[in-house]
């Protein structure tokens, strides 16, 4: 893998050319679209499209590396649980969508599990059925998989630290925070130290505790991938990567959240927001986005130039593929 002195320093030297490309990305007029300069081309022998990255909403991705899917908290069911329209229902069922989620995920090899709140977990049990890719999670995530049926065979738990060597990429766990809402507290707290019942409602899907992922591909980028809005910066020395996908803040009670996370991750060059999308509608782009959200989101565009200038930022729209 390369030597990360060199990746930074090689970072640090073109860190005023963004290499970013999108399969059909169009400019968009909604102020939160960063308008991006001409791509340069990819410094990597590896063929352009060998890697790709769609986004699937919330905090969710699909990573085609060669011939290796990753899927990152995917949550295509999208189920309306009211949160959007001021009436949040607890016991809303864990309705999986099958016919939303064959079309899209035809293989996948990995899946990586930031937290089990219903809108990044609650897909996974039946993706990996579908596909029989290996888990990684917590030990929450680790025993909410047993209650589905997962082979534990399929299950891995990690907690922070781990370097996992896949070949022609790494991922290395790191131990993070999940946001606190304006109360400064977590929704559904809890963790799961043994296989519960099988869960029937998304109030049976508790945080579990909160990791990041850094993918790291051989000839190509390195992306920190979040599923919440906090950050123990602490963990992040080193890690110094190309790209990293930001969830958005929904409340301020993280005090420093950006400046924090970005001077952490020693400023990446593109900075990709996610988590801002209304979840409970389809995966159609435009992608919906709540008026409080929408300014919040210009807000955390407006902040992380400010922050980091020398940051691209990227908004993302559903299902395009991009080239880092």
Same mark, same amino acid.
């Given at each position: ?139 929450? /995530?680790?025993?909410?998989? %047993?209650?589905? !049926?997962?082979?534990?065979?399929? &299950?891995?738990? +990690?907690? *922070? $630290? ?37 869960? /029937?409602?998304?109030?049976? %899907?508790?945080? !579990?505790?909160?990791?990041?992922? &850094?993918?790291? +591909?051989? *000839? $190509? ?104």
């Amino acid at each position: 893998m390369p030597n990360l002195d060199r990746r930074r320093f090689l970072r640090d030297a073109a860190a005023t050319t963004a290499l970013v490309s999108a399969g059909g990305l169009a400019a968009s007029t909604t102020p939160a679209q960063a308008a991006p300069p001409p791509a340069a081309p990819t410094p990597t022998g590896r063929p352009r499209g060998a890697v790709s990255f769609r986004w699937w909403g919330t905090a969710g991705w699909r990573i085609d590396i060669a011939d290796r899917t990753i899927l990152v908290d995917p949550f295509l069911s999208r189920i309306d649980a009211g949160l959007f329209a001021g009436a949040f229902k607890t016991d809303t069922p864990l309705a999986v969508r099958t016919d939303v989620i064959d079309p899209r995920v035809d293989k996948a090899t990995t899946v990586l599990v930031t937290h089990t709140h219903w809108d990044h977990f609650m897909d996974v049990p039946y993706i990996a059925g579908r596909t029989g890719a290996r888990v990684f999670g917590t030990l929450t /995530a680790y025993h909410l998989g %047993l209650a589905y !049926g997962v082979p534990s065979a399929q &299950l891995s738990a +990690v907690r *922070g $630290g781990e370097v996992l060597d896949f070949g022609d990429h790494t991922v290395e766990v790191v131990g993070s925070l999940h946001s606190r809402n304006a109360s400064y507290s977590v929704a559904f707290p809890g963790v799961r130290v043994s296989q519960p019942a099988q869960p /029937a409602t998304i109030a049976d %899907l508790p945080e !579990g505790d909160t990791l990041g992922y &850094l993918l790291r +591909v051989e *000839g $190509g980028p390195s992306v920190y991938l979040t599923g919440a809005s906090d950050v123990a910066e602490r963990n992040l020395t080193g890690l110094a990567p190309d790209v990293a996908m930001v969830a958005m803040q929904s409340a301020t009670t993280t005090a420093d959240y950006l400046p924090r996370l970005l001077a952490g991750l020693d400023y990446p060059k593109v900075v990709v927001p996610v988590h801002w999308d209304n979840f409970e509608t389809p995966l159609r782009n435009p992608p919906v986005v709540a008026p409080a959200d929408r300014a919040r989101l210009d807000d955390m565009i407006a902040a992380v130039r400010r922050i980091s200038p020398r940051s691209r930022v990227l908004v993302p729209e559903y299902e395009t593929a991009y080239h880092f």
